[in-house]
């Protein structure tokens, strides 16, 4: 698929848009026509998208609201090769050239959505400190390339929800690998190259996911809670010693100050933002591994994943005044200076992904639909991303079309919200893909006075398969 855009040359951003919307065409296969007008009212519509059924009123959706609802339940899409159209564009790099990478899941909360299939508990955050919540919905894994620099623009390579049955370790693993392969045949990484940088966030199990992708050209960086412990290398074993030879070493309780030894590397720097950052990095840290959670299948001795572990402290953060340090572990056994700098602008970068979400939710309605199925929800989820790659392929080509109120901005800092305020502008110097609705009538609809009687399942909400959280309870599950 990478050899359909591979000789689009990027100084063209007008041709590279026309061949991605031609492979995003090409993408759709039932009803190809509605779900590609449905994605160009998504992004010629003024406005934020409060409603799904105010599209159909959008000039460029030329069929009614009837078939843009039958285009999402009954329509086919197929990811698989969308993702080669989304990882054969131009990929946004750090400044050193280096691939970034961020994972991160974001929720479409529908608590009250009882007879739709595939919810979870998605872990949500209320109003106050420490107000977690768990609200039922549909949580989506997505991977985004990060660009340098203060932005609000990202690049979404790939989207999963994860379903009931599922390992989210295990999934976002195999998503990582799938994303990697992909910017590796499409040309964007070759040997020699700096490895692939993933940073992600305290709720991923980034020493099972650093074991998983071993095989990979992938560096993973992600922040770590403030009360975990880490174990230094063990002592050689010297002759003449009694017992077995230790597997670990001194523990490092990152809440404890009294056990951190002395930092291998230790730097400051100074933001824009944040003031004086005092950096320290201390080499060849692992967690100690236990035969719970994703590690119970594991056969044989658990693996020593030894890192460089980071201990950033800023001067001050907005709305705090004594802001806690920020622990970072990344797969690197040691990690220079260098490294350790990429290690944690990158990691501070992941918040751009953020932006993107709120894009996503608050401008394009992203979860604004009230789907009952889940993959017509999957289907919707695409076409979306497929609009914000859109947008950001059109940032050389937008005007800055600012309200009077507005500062005016360069076109390289254009927001993807003013990018999309002249999109339609865009639209008309491209060529038209879709073909023209044909001639119907209305069917005849239910008869008067009848009700329907076919009532829809209702469905329970979490995981469907109770997961062993101990080796006794998986030996004995197996029989």
């Not at 159909?56 to 899409?77: Q, T, W």
């Not at 001795?301 to 001067?315: F, H």
């Not at 073909?435 to 009532?455: D, V």
Request: with cysteine; hydrophobic share 40%; charged share 25%.
């Amino acid at each position: 698929m990478s050899s359909v855009f591979a000789h689009v040359s990027a100084v063209d951003p007008l041709g590279m848009l026309a061949r991605f919307r031609q492979g995003f065409y090409e993408c759709l296969y039932v009803r190809e026509d509605a779900l590609f007008e449905l994605a160009d009212a998504l992004l010629c519509a003024q406005g934020p998208i409060k409603t799904l059924v105010e599209l159909s009123l959008v000039a460029e959706h030329r069929r009614g609201h009837g078939g843009m609802y039958a285009a999402l339940n009954e329509g086919d899409l197929e990811p698989e090769r969308l993702r080669w159209a989304l990882a054969a564009m131009p990929l946004p790099r750090a400044r050193n050239g280096r691939i970034v990478l961020a994972v991160d899941v974001s929720n479409w909360l529908r608590p009250d959505a009882a007879t739709s299939a595939d919810r979870l508990f998605c872990h949500t955050y209320g109003r106050g400190r420490s107000k977690d919540q768990f609200i039922p919905g549909w949580p989506y894994s997505f991977v985004a390339a990060l660009e340098s620099g203060p932005t609000s623009w990202t690049a979404p390579l790939d989207a999963i929800r994860l379903a009931p049955s599922e390992d989210a370790t295990g999934v976002t693993a195999a998503q990582l690998r799938a994303v990697v392969a992909k910017l590796i045949g499409a040309g964007h990484w070759s040997s020699g190259d700096p490895p692939v940088t993933v940073v992600a966030d305290a709720g991923y199990d980034v020493a099972r996911l650093a074991y998983l992708l071993a095989d990979l050209p992938v560096l993973m960086v992600a922040r770590v809670r403030s009360d975990r412990v880490y174990r230094r290398e063990a002592r050689a074993h010297q002759p003449g010693m009694n017992g077995r030879p230790a597997r670990h070493g001194a523990r490092v309780k990152l809440s404890v100050p009294a056990t951190w030894p002395e930092p291998d590397a230790t730097t400051s720097a100074s933001t824009t933002r944040y003031g004086e950052a005092d950096i320290k990095a201390w080499h060849r840290l692992h967690p100690t591994l236990t035969h719970r959670s994703g590690w119970l299948e594991h056969e044989g001795e658990l693996p020593i994943l030894p890192g460089t572990l980071i201990r950033l402290q800023v001067e001050h953060l907005p709305g705090s005044r004594d802001p806690d340090p920020v622990w970072l572990w990344c797969s690197a056994p040691e990690a220079d200076r260098g490294l350790v700098a990429v290690c944690w602008t990158m990691y501070l970068r992941r918040f751009d992904l953020e932006h993107t979400f709120r894009f996503l939710k608050q401008t394009l309605g992203w979860t604004r639909p009230k789907l009952r199925d889940s993959a017509a929800a999957d289907r919707w989820t695409w076409l979306v991303i497929a609009a914000h790659t859109q947008l950001r392929l059109a940032r050389p080509l937008a005007a800055d079309l600012r309200r009077p109120w507005e500062r005016p901005l360069p076109p390289a800092k254009l927001t993807p919200a003013r990018v999309r305020r002249g999109f339609r502008n865009i639209r008309a110097n491209l060529p038209e893909l879709a073909r023209a609705p044909k001639p119907c009538r209305p069917g005849p609809g239910r008869p008067a006075g009848s009700k329907n009687k076919i009532k829809a399942p209702v469905h329970d909400v979490g995981k469907t398969e109770k997961r062993a959280l101990t080796l006794e309870d998986h030996y004995a599950a197996l029989g």
